[in-house]
């Protein structure tokens, strides 16, 4: 009797098994929603490598853009692709990464870049805005090209420290990307634990567009809104300013806050794609 009660809960089992929907087998999670991702890997000198996030939109193929996204504090992500979602990194929290799903369409293509393999747990400045940096990105994009040809224009996406790599990658190489935006941004690069390196920065010297989108609470020293104000003002950049969101906590410089857009990460990202789909911010105003 027992052996016969054992076989039919196997069999519902099974059956529950055979007739489950796909996320039975694995939980997406909620920031992978929609997306098809492939881990990408280039070998650089020194046995280093560059590795980073490959993302489409599922049911898209060709995209013909691609949003290079260059994440904030510590800028190490360490990303786990499983069963063509990334289930996991150190930076899921970050507001590129977590909100990547929204720039992604039909047309445009994401790359989540990680800092290179021997970097340990922390993405220096110096590096982010090093030649060395730029060119072991560009490797990654290279590969990505390769694979998928479709792909015409390079655009930059950086938020906080990894706007210090949005920044100096077009003066390294200025004729690489079709633009650069950079999300709040450092802008205040004097502040007590900033960034030395975007200390008198010219943005002029970077030939391709450039744009800012920037909360105008923003909390965090390093990236206050009057500063971006000032540049943006002083070098002609479009400034998108961001108001309202919900749900903030935390320190002011991290991710939950203003400073990372919380409660408003699909309008910012529904900025960020129309800027990359027309080259233009016909939009200065994310409420």
């Known amino acids: 009797m027992k052996k016969c009660i054992a076989k039919l809960w196997l069999s519902i089992f099974f059956l529950a098994l055979l007739h489950a929907p796909h996320g039975f087998a694995q ?9 098809k991702e492939e881990l990408i ?10 590795v980073g996030v490959y993302s489409t939109k599922i049911g898209s193929d060709h995209p013909t853009k691609l949003a290079v996204i260059l ?39 994401s790359l989540v870049v990680d800092c290179q393999s021997e970097s340990g747990d922390y993405c220096s400045s110096s590096y982010q805005a090093s030649k060395q940096r730029q060119e ?14 479709s792909i015409k224009e390079i655009w930059l996406v950086g938020t906080s420290m990894g706007t210090i790599s949005s920044s100096f990658m077009p003066i390294h190489n200025p004729t690489g990307y079709a633009g650069a935006i950079h999300t709040a941004a450092i802008t205040d690069p004097y502040a007590r634990g900033s960034y030395r390196e975007l200390g008198g920065f010219d943005y002029k010297k970077a030939v391709i567009p450039q744009f800012f989108i920037h909360h105008v609470n923003d909390p965090c020293a390093l990236t206050t809104y009057p500063s971006a104000k000032s540049i943006t003002d002083k070098y002609n950049i479009p400034l998108v300013t961001v108001t309202g969101g919900s749900g903030f906590q935390g320190g002011a410089c991290e991710a939950l806050t203003e400073h990372g857009f919380r409660g408003k990460e699909k309008e910012v990202m529904n900025a960020v794609t129309a800027i990359i789909r027309t080259g233009k911010a016909a939009q200065l105003e994310v409420n």
């Open 41 to 50: 890997s280039v070998d650089l000198a020194g046995n280093k490598k560059q």
């Open 27 to 35: 939980t997406i999670p909620a920031h992978a929603q929609g997306l």
């Open 71 to 109: 994440p904030g504090h510590p800028s190490v992500v360490r990303p786990v692709v499983e069963n063509g979602v990334m289930t996991g990194s150190k930076l899921s929290g970050n507001f590129l990464i977590r909100a990547r799903r929204f720039v992604v369409d039909e047309s445009v293509a």
């Open 136 to 149: 072991d990105v560009d490797a990654l994009i290279g590969e990505v090209k390769k694979r998928i040809p």
